[in-house]
């Protein structure tokens, strides 16, 4: 018996049909159909364009139920949706694309419901919808997956088409359309030209470093890319990805399949992560941002929000805080690249807080690693050549410097590292880049990364008597690419150690123990609000050089220069590398007040610190002179001449002795005379020098005889 309310009842509307009237009807607040429109460029483009980029919260809107059934079964509604897609383009395209054409919906910007981080995908996640961000720290490369094999029979000569649904591959079960019923595997052969094919890649995403709490290792998950999607990011890269997560065997062993699987990731769309930080900033807050860069103490308050719990440094904040803005990085027409990354090092007395200022930095950084020179190596900062476990191949994975890609990358104990992993920084700090040759891998990979470093002296504490290049277990060729370089160093003196007593006895005694008057030490921005506030500057803010900042940035150095022009006994003060660091420094400073414009006072704050710098790491207190040349070169001009002049006066003294050699007894005795003036003790350590260079050579007898034109 049918019942009355059963008369006008439909059956239920196919999800394909769902999807087409979404795809055909959605409109934007200003009447716009929005998936129409695309599915024109679509159609104008079908040779390129295959996706059909779906946002996700649109869906919701349109049918929520629609978008909870998508989510709690994938596999079958994302068929639906392509198969949607592919109709409103064959309608669009007046069948010019055919219903059996390939094309596919690709959804993006899942609601946060949705979303899940790598550290909590669980069991009950199998088979549905999410979305999950990471940074892709490996990628295969892409190979053709079979999904319709085309087999011949060797005996009749049959062809088999077999549609291939596991992971292993189908043969025809038996031949039955030649009639000679073969059913032997090793009868069959696979026929590559009239199989079908579509592209495959794995990849590999692991947990943010500003995710990790402390002392866990991060997770990762392994995907699977396939069709139009894939090789579409690199290593490095930081990734959304949207897809089903799906289990897969571990590994197969004599006795069968265990039963413990790994999770792998069946991705529907992948995007870059960068598109989702603005989503982090609302409103309120960039009214907020505004309203804060406006304060005409806002370089103040930044400095002082910088570890507050580390008395004084105020130079070494401000320095801080520029590397953390950056510069403005700019590409000419000629495809040259002018870095906006500025490198800071922090060097000196242990107990100084260096590590504490850094610490603070990646902290602060919108995007930041935290790593120890001890414990790192050339590899694992830069990249790593390893086999993959999938397909035996060998793949590149990305290190430290490489993840933190327009970020921030904070390196302790820099002065431990050994010498050949240093080196592999050389080309990150300057050209910002890693170049790979390895294993037949030959890859190219971004590298726009602020270091911000700190080292400790060669003998435990700085020595104000030797150069900061023999102070330090540093090359010169990497020391000359930092921007700015700070000497920190511990000197008693009662004032400030009282200062510095008071505050530190401050930041652990309670608020309602403090003397009447007293303040608690509190940063004057939060530092959850001060994140967003480098965030928002970082990507929202270009300052352009004025005229008058750039006359006065050329004043600074021509003023520098100018003792030195025609005159070649003059030292070197400044080159055209701290030129081009003046002007990132610049940005940084405007940048710090949301400035669209470098202005003159910006240029004055930062030629104090970089004059501040120059003085603490390249002042030849001998002549009371700047000399780049000990930064550059290892060695300042006032020693280069010494070591010439020294040189100089043995080749003399081996000539009048009919080159024969010269004792060291001699060689002091005529050096302490002008024009050397040398002290005993200055002559061994230049004779060494000499020796070092190869431009001495020491007998067995004790005697030095000098390669003749070894200069």
């Known amino acids: 018996m049918v019942m009355p309310d059963d008369l006008g009842a439909t059956a239920p509307q196919d999800p394909a049909a769902k999807f087409e009237d979404f795809l055909r009807l959605f409109e934007d607040p200003v009447g716009t159909f929005v998936y129409l429109n695309k599915a024109k460029y679509i159609v104008a483009d079908s040779e390129k364009t295959r996706s059909l980029a779906v946002d996700f919260t649109h869906l919701m809107r349109h049918d929520p139920q629609l978008a909870k059934d998508l989510h709690e079964n994938p596999t079958e509604y994302v068929k639906k949706a392509n198969q949607a897609a592919v109709n409103v383009l064959h309608e669009q395209s007046n069948g010019a694309i055919k219903l059996t054409d390939e094309y596919f919906v690709r959804f993006s910007n899942v609601p946060s419901s949705y979303c899940l981080k790598l550290r909590k995908i669980r069991s009950n996640h199998m088979e549905k919808l999410f979305a999950v961000s990471g940074s892709l720290i490996r990628a295969t490369n892409v190979r053709p997956e079979i999904t319709t ?9 049959a062809q088999h088409d077999i549609e291939q649904l596991d992971d292993e591959l189908s043969y025809p079960a038996v031949c039955n359309i030649g009639g000679c019923k073969n ?8 026929i590559g030209k009239t199989s079908r094919f579509i592209d495959w890649q794995q990849i590999r995403i692991q947990e943010m470093p500003e995710e990790l709490s402390a002392g866990n290792v991060p997770r990762y998950l ?32 004599s006795q069968g399949q265990g039963r413990v699987f790994m999770q792998l990731m069946h991705v529907n769309s992948i995007y870059s992560e960068e598109e989702t930080h603005s989503e982090e900033i609302t409103e309120e807050d960039e009214e907020k941002i505004k309203l804060l860069a406006k304060d005409p103490f806002i370089h103040t308050k930044i400095i002082r929000s910088i570890s507050p719990g580390l008395y004084g440094m105020e130079m070494e904040k401000l320095a801080t805080a520029l590397s953390l803005f950056g510069g403005v990085h700019k590409v000419r027409g000629s495809g040259h690249n002018m870095r906006g990354d500025i490198h800071m090092l922090l060097m000196g007395d242990p107990g100084t807080g260096k590590s504490q200022l850094i610490k603070a930095a990646a902290k602060l950084a919108p995007r930041a690693i935290y790593t120890s020179g001890q414990g790192s190596t050339a590899a694992g900062l830069t ?27 904070a390196i302790d104990e820099f002065d431990k590292m050994k010498t050949t992993d240093r080196v592999a920084i050389h080309e990150a700090m300057e050209q ?25 002296p060669k003998m435990g504490r700085y020595d104000d008597n030797l150069t900061i290049t023999e102070n330090i277990n540093l090359q010169p060729t990497i020391l000359s690419r930092f921007d700015l370089i700070f000497i920190v160093r511990d000197r008693p003196d009662e004032k400030s150690d009282g200062m510095v007593a008071d505050h530190i006895l401050k930041l652990h005694m309670p608020e309602d123990k403090l003397a009447p008057g007293e303040e608690a030490i509190e940063a004057p921005i939060e530092a959850t609000f001060l994140k967003k506030y480098m965030r928002y500057a970082r990507a929202e803010c270009e300052p352009q050089m004025t005229a008058e900042a750039s006359a006065k940035i050329k004043e600074f150095y021509i003023k520098l220069r100018k003792p030195a022009q025609g005159d070649k006994e003059m030292p070197i003060p400044i080159v055209a590398r701290t030129l081009e660091g003046l002007i990132r420094l610049s940005e ?17 704050a930062v030629i104090r610190v970089q004059e501040e710098s120059m003085k603490q790491v390249s002042w030849d207190a001998e002549r009371q002179q700047f000399d780049v040349d000990g930064l550059q070169l290892g060695r300042g001009h006032s020693k280069r001449e010494r070591l010439t002049k020294l040189y100089s006066l043995i080749k003399n003294l081996q000539e009048e002795g009919h080159d024969e050699p010269v004792d060291m007894k001699s060689i002091v005795e005529r050096a302490g005379f002008a024009p050397l003036n040398l002290k005993e003790d200055e002559v061994t350590a230049l004779v060494e020098q000499l020796k070092k260079e190869a431009m001495v050579v020491e007998k067995k007898n004790g005697k030095f005889l000098v390669v003749k034109d070894a200069k």
């Open 588 to 604: 940084a400073h405007a940048k710090m007040a949301l400035r669209k414009e470098v202005l003159v006072q910006d240029v004055e």
């Open 432 to 456: 910002q880049s890693i170049s790979i040759s390895k294993a037949g891998i030959v890859a190219n990979l971004n590298c726009r990364t602020t270091i911000i470093a700190a080292a400790n």
């Open 149 to 157: 094999a085309s087999f011949e029979c060797k005996l009749c000569g």
């Open 222 to 253: 392994d995907a699977l890319l396939l069709h139009d999607i894939v090789d579409t990011f690199r290593p490095g890269d930081r990734v959304t990805l949207v897809g089903t997560i799906k289990i897969a065997p571990i590994k197969k062993n």
């Open 383 to 409: 990249a790593a050549v390893l086999r993959d476990e999938t397909t035996g191949n060998m793949v590149l994975e990305a290190g430290a410097l490489v993840l933190a890609d327009n970020g921030v990358a």
């Open 183 to 190: 059913s032997k595997k090793s009868d069959f052969r696979l």
